[in-house]
């Protein structure tokens, strides 16, 4: 049975960018505008506070694991912040690893920071179904994955790339996966914390290629028509077709990105039953028709390399 948790971090195609080990003293405050890059934050030892807009702050102590999917402006701080105006920049004391607050004094707290950024063209839609912030308390696993990172960005060793963005994709799928249940906000959590709509999910990422139908979704789900309409947009956020269609558009955009079909082949595996139909709800959700979608991937790779 498909994983669509998985399948969504797979397509995020997460990339590490920056890790690094922070230890503050006294009073310290530090913000940050990360224009939408995910970031997450591993408490070693001491205690801190985050604010990030649109959530409660909250106090993150030892053995606490924080990720924000998309980051845009934040501020951590020592639980009593400094006055306004007297905010003093990190001070990088070694490669990687910055001093906040007073410089000679041990350290209150300790914790790895990183942001990372997400390959994919359609990690709007995909973080969209996330939750805004993810906060653990007490899974090691999540600290030492932090630590893992941290210690592969800091090396030149042969296959970095590649360990770091599986690192990055299990580090995702075990925060992501702690975040569910009723107090997740609407998204792929929640549903998937749902098992009547988890089941139709997964039927939807396991067989994006059948011609469903609401009425045959609601089947699977054990539930009216009504029912599941109503009960998948309030725990998922979107309408189920809404789902499948971002769902199909995401995959055909994977498959073209990256050359491993032509338009008549994704159609085919996306569930479209002609690619004259494929390309036309292609092109009004993309903006372009798949051919030239396709052309414009390739000549951006070949920029790239």
């Not at 924000?68 to 070694?94: I, K, Q, R, Y």
């Not at 396991?206 to 609601?218: G, H, K």
């Not at 139909?277 to 292609?282: G, I, K, R």
Request: charged share 25%; hydrophobic share 45%; proline share 8%.
């Amino acid at each position: 049975m498909s994983d669509p948790l998985a399948q969504v971090v797979e397509l995020l195609q997460p990339n590490a960018s920056f890790s690094k080990l922070v230890m503050g003293t006294g009073r310290w405050v530090v913000h940050r505008s990360v224009e939408g890059r995910p970031f997450y934050l591993a408490v070693l030892d001491g205690a801190c506070r985050l604010a990030v807009p649109g959530q409660e702050p909250i106090t993150l102590g030892a053995g606490d694991f924080v990720l924000v999917p998309a980051a845009h402006d934040f501020a951590a701080s020592s639980l009593e912040p400094p006055p306004p105006g007297t905010e003093a920049p990190p001070v990088e004391v070694s490669p990687g690893v910055f001093r906040l607050g007073s410089q000679d004094q041990p350290p209150d707290i300790r914790a790895l920071v990183g942001h990372c950024a997400f390959g994919s063209e359609d990690a709007h839609l995909l973080v969209s179904l996330l939750p805004r912030l993810v906060h653990v308390r007490g899974r090691g696993r999540l600290t030492t994955l932090v630590e893992l990172l941290n210690d592969e960005t800091r090396s030149d060793r042969p296959g970095r790339d590649v360990i770091l963005a599986r690192l990055l994709e299990v580090l995702l799928i075990e925060a992501l996966r702690t975040t569910t249940g009723t107090m997740a906000p609407p998204g792929l959590l929640r549903g998937l914390a749902d098992d009547r709509l988890a089941m139709a999910l997964r039927r939807m990422h396991e067989q994006p290629t059948r011609n469903w139908t609401v009425a045959e979704l609601a089947r699977e789900a054990a539930l009216s028509r009504s029912s599941f309409f109503e009960r998948f947009r309030r725990e998922v956020g979107v309408a189920p077709m809404e789902y499948l269609l971002g769902w199909r558009m995401a995959l055909a955009k994977d498959l073209l990105r990256r050359g491993r079909a032509g338009v008549a082949e994704t159609a085919e595996r996306v569930g479209y039953s002609s690619a004259s139909t494929f390309s036309v709800a292609f092109a009004r959700n993309v903006g372009m028709p798949p051919v030239l979608y396709a052309r414009a991937q390739r000549a951006e790779e070949a920029t790239l390399n």
